[in-house]
């Protein structure tokens, strides 16, 4: 009814990750949580979701390698709450009890689900309504370790830990993820009652359920069928399992934008990848940061590409790396870089650009038709429009102490094996002759020859071996 529609609002929703957890299993220095999955910490995946529900608070229990966690993640609108020791999950929430008001949904995730949705979040917390207690379930054909959600006549009575289950709960497949919604209220009054007389010797958060059944609280649950949603990372192997998974669904979606991967399974994104039409992308590439490929693009084999905007027509072909970290790279339309390219923070190419084999650009403009195809160094430079870079040719940008530009106008050619003494300004339409050092300005329209004069002399004897 639309009236229902019209009711109090839904209640504000209040976040609490659990991030304190040793992780013994990954067999590491670093916290578990803190292990990345599709190039960000576990728990940035569980932030930018919790984020995307804008909840009112968020506040992560750390615990194990507190320090580090907090410094990882610390900024805006989180808060944190220590567990020292680690008594269990029902501990763990219990420590996020001060920092949470009474009126709200406190919405409890794991940070190490990396890759439940928010949709499924908002359904739980749909489900809750500020006066149901709302368990996210799954049905597993192996619940191995899992707590199981004990039914009676469809109604959940309670969760029950593996360790501590009969052989006959230990047939029920539903199990619980990890993830629930509770009215922040009565969640209080629960973790008060909490005790640790059970398999492990842990204050379990799974024991609210019996206390809410037994407050005559309704006890829902909702269940999802995308195992990967819930899935936890505790092994190395199964952050790699995981990482696989994601990845393949990041194909499957660019794949579905129209994108053509020559393999979906050989694909990595480590951040986010916005492809026009038509982008054609070879095996084994690496896209990390933020990455935009526009219409027609192509990505040959072997491509490490970061922070970059290619665009339209552009092509990269094997063995390219491209970083452009903080600076940014661009690459214009219907160049062409590679194979075996290196383009660093700030490199700007333009229209029609070439940028050859073992050619590395560094916080560098090349405009339109301008070419470096073999065996070069171009950093800290402007170059104009049609200039050609000889090969085995280097910018001298550095003097030992500070950077200096180079500045190379419209259709220059500097010839092979030439260098260019910063700062320094070729001329216009200047011509370099091939193995130069130039250490001042060149002018426009002449020809610079800047080495040995070549000598010859005639009738020359080698020296004979004296016996
Ligand atoms: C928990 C659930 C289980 C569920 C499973 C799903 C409990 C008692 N059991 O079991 O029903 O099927 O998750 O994966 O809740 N943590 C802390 N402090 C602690 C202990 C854990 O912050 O003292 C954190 C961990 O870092 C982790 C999360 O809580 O992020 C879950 O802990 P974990 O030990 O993995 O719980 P499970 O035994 O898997
Ligand atoms: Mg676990």
Redesign the pocket.
Known sequence: MATDNLASPPPPVDVVI????K?TRMMSSLP??LHRLAGLPLISHVLHTARSLQARNTVV?T?HGADAVEAAIGGSGLQFAR?MP???????VQQAVPLLAGDGVVLVL????PLIHADTLRALVAACAGQRLALLTIQLNDPT???RVVRQSDAVRA?V?HKDASDAQRTITE????IMAAPAHALKGWLARLHSRNAQG?F???DVVGMAVADGMDVVAHTIADALQ?A?V?SPAQLAELERAHQLRTAQALMERGVRLQDPARLDVRGTLECGSDVEIDVNCVFEGRVQLGDGVKIGPNCVIADCAIERGAVIQAFTHIDGEKAGVTVGENARVGPFARLRPGARLGPEVHIGNFVEVKNATLAAGSKANHLAYVGDASVGERVNFGAGSITANYDGVNKHRTVIEADVQVGSNCVLVAPVTLGAGSTIGGGSTITKDTPAGALTVARGKQVSVAGWKRPAKQS
Do not use: F, P, R, W
């Open positions: 659990m991030a304190a957890g992780g578990k949580v229990i615990g567990q680690q008594l269990g999950t029902g501990h763990a794991s940070g190490d689900v370790g899992y707590g969760i830990e199990v619980y993820s990890g842990e379990y958060l799974t819930v936890g505790n």
